[in-house]
């Protein structure tokens, strides 16, 4: 069985691993996507077609081992199959090792770094390509600490769940396992060979400024305009001691703000919708404030640019310098950007400015149309796989 022109996505990146797998089969390539059974399925974008291992129901420490021999076995009937494996998040997927390392200390003779799956794929001659999740997949914690006075970790709601020792195995398995790492972006990593190239993509026929909403998704008629902002509040679980690194109680003041000088305006927020239904929201928001205090946008901000919205969001200067050198096609980012302490100044004018506001929406979807388009990222991804 030839493996030539195969790819399978190691968990999915958000919507963003279906419409490459969509891209490379309409190329005539063999393309999956494995989702682990743990996966939270209101981000999964479709459960039709994708590979997951069998599970057995039920709790218990007994369960849960046996479910990673289930999937121990499982995943070695498929793995082979591709020619390429991309990773997005730190391997294993099994997570079997730390079992076995209980009954043999195997990392005494082999390394704490060894990981059987990625050890056997490399075996089969499998090009493996690691596509980080985030900051801490990107750089240790102590590089992000180093930032802007510590700011991003400062701020961090996952900062007491960051552990370098962790990471820096992690980043030992990507220099020793995976042919190169998938760059984020905005900044160069320390611990990895990246490549660099347009990697987020959107179907841009499903995103679109015209797109028709269903009627059970339509939101009650105003006249204010709605400023979308997806808060990092204490039920989102993603704060801890007051960090908060979206900056969300800054963008829910200027919003009372603006309100309280008499401008027709609404938070709007959108919770437990499934991935595939977001866009009938985030199509009915004026303008989209993204987050004030990282550095760079997220899912939200490719979602919403593609949809032709103007988008607020701190842009690091130095990120920004190192993104526009690299994409010389792009003579600026049309985000508006704002920190913590001009957001209110930020969304006054797009409030009060009609034209202006059409415009950074216009260039929103320019910019979409030209950085996360499906086809031609993947061409670009299949000629950077060809010279492996």
Known sequence: MSRKNSILFVRPDYHCSFFYRDEF??????????????????????????????????????IRLLNKFLLFFWWHTIFWKYETHLYYGNPPIIG???VLERIFPYSK???????WELWLAKLFGIK???????CKDSDLKTTFESIDNGNICNNCGSYNKCDDRVNARGFSRIRKYFDFAISRGETKSKEMPEKFYKYKVIDLNLWKPDMDIPLEHLLPPTHNLRILHSAYLDKS????????????????????????????VDYMYISDKPSNQMRFYQAQADI???????????STGVETMALGKPVVCYIRPSWKELFLSLYKEHEDIPIVEADTQTVYESLKRLVVDADYRKQKGMESRLFAERHFNPKENTKSLIQILEKL
Do not use: M
């Open 25 to 62: 089969r309409k190329l005539g390539w063999k393309a999956d996507i494995f989702v682990e059974s743990d996966y939270p399925q209101n981000l999964l974008y479709t459960k039709k077609d994708i590979l997951t291992a069998p599970v057995l129901k039920g709790k218990g420490r007994l």
């Open 96 to 98: 079997l090792g730390e």
């Open 109 to 115: 003779v082999v390394g704490k770094d060894f990981c």
């Open 128 to 134: 493996l390509i690691f596509r980080p999740t985030g």
């Open 237 to 264: 679980g993603r704060t801890w001691k007051g960090r908060n690194i979206k900056g969300s109680p800054y963008v829910l003041a200027a919003i009372e703000q603006l309100k309280s000088e008499g401008h027709a």
């Open 288 to 298: 989209v404030v993204e987050q004030l205090i990282y550095g760079w946008w997220g």
